[in-house]
């Protein structure tokens, strides 16, 4: 699986136009719920599944294309995205997120660490979240802590844990417990 991020804002009738260019078809459609984020399937020719999520608590759109990074398939379709947009780097996402001097460029960027982040554990990214965990402002800890739901590494459950135990904030702490469980569901 590889999620994309864009930089600059697609529209969906931009990214409709897209895929119609690349002869994809549209397969399913999610609408927006209190529980579920909108998204839209579509299949490419060469069967690889293409989800464009519209994420409102996290404030982004995404895509995700199913399968192996490795397969031919789906490197075919991430090129067809790279020659056709503006994509952000997970190297310069860990960046923009590093150089954020104040907390709200902090609770912002997250997110897009977390969107950008590569499947397998990755050390730099383990870290940049989890120095989110000890910001000095619950919205950068609130952001780090839910940004594990994305990057549902086990390597966070003992560092969350203290933040179950230690976090000053009460709402951090039962979305940490929360994180938590997640992880143990996720890794089981």
Same mark, same amino acid.
């Given at each position: 699986?590889?999620?994309?991020?864009?930089?600059?804002?697609?529209?969906?009738?931009?990214?409709?136009?897209?895929?119609?260019?690349? %002869?994809?078809?549209?397969?399913?459609?999610?609408?927006?719920?209190?529980?579920?984020?909108?998204?839209?399937?579509?299949?490419?020719?060469?069967?690889?599944?293409?989800?464009?999520?519209?994420?409102?608590?996290?404030?982004?759109?995404?895509?995700?294309?199913?399968?192996?990074?490795?397969?031919?398939?789906?490197?075919? $379709? $991430?090129?067809?995205?790279?020659?056709?947009?503006?994509?952000?780097?997970?190297?310069?996402?860990?960046?923009?997120?590093?150089?954020? %001097?104040?907390?709200?460029?902090?609770?912002?960027?997250?997110?897009?660490?977390?969107?950008?982040?590569?499947?397998?554990?990755?050390?730099?990214?383990?870290?940049?979240?989890? %120095?989110?965990?000890?910001?000095?402002?619950?919205?950068?800890?609130?952001?780090?802590?839910?940004?594990?739901?994305?990057?549902?590494?086990?390597?966070?459950?003992?560092?969350?844990?203290?933040?179950?135990?230690?976090?000053?904030?009460?709402?951090?702490?039962?979305?940490?417990?929360?994180?938590?469980?997640?992880?143990?569901?996720?890794?089981?």
């Amino acid at each position: 699986m590889i999620r994309i991020l864009f930089k600059e804002t697609v529209p969906p009738e931009d990214f409709e136009n897209f895929a119609q260019n690349q %002869s994809w078809k549209l397969v399913e459609h999610f609408p927006e719920t209190p529980e579920q984020e909108e998204e839209f399937v579509w299949e490419t020719s060469s069967g690889i599944d293409i989800h464009r999520v519209h994420n409102r608590t996290m404030g982004l759109s995404y895509t995700v294309i199913e399968g192996d990074p490795e397969e031919t398939r789906v490197r075919d $379709v $991430v090129i067809s995205f790279e020659s056709a947009f503006s994509l952000y780097s997970h190297t310069e996402v860990l960046e923009m997120y590093r150089t954020s %001097s104040f907390w709200d460029e902090k609770v912002l960027t997250m997110p897009m660490v977390a969107l950008s982040a590569p499947h397998n554990f990755n050390e730099e990214t383990f870290n940049t979240i989890l %120095s989110s965990f000890e910001d000095s402002h619950e919205n950068v800890r609130y952001a780090g802590v839910v940004a594990t739901y994305y990057v549902p590494w086990k390597e966070f459950i003992p560092p969350l844990l203290l933040v179950t135990q230690n976090d000053p904030d009460a709402d951090i702490r039962m979305a940490a417990n929360d994180a938590v469980a997640n992880l143990r569901r996720h890794n089981s």
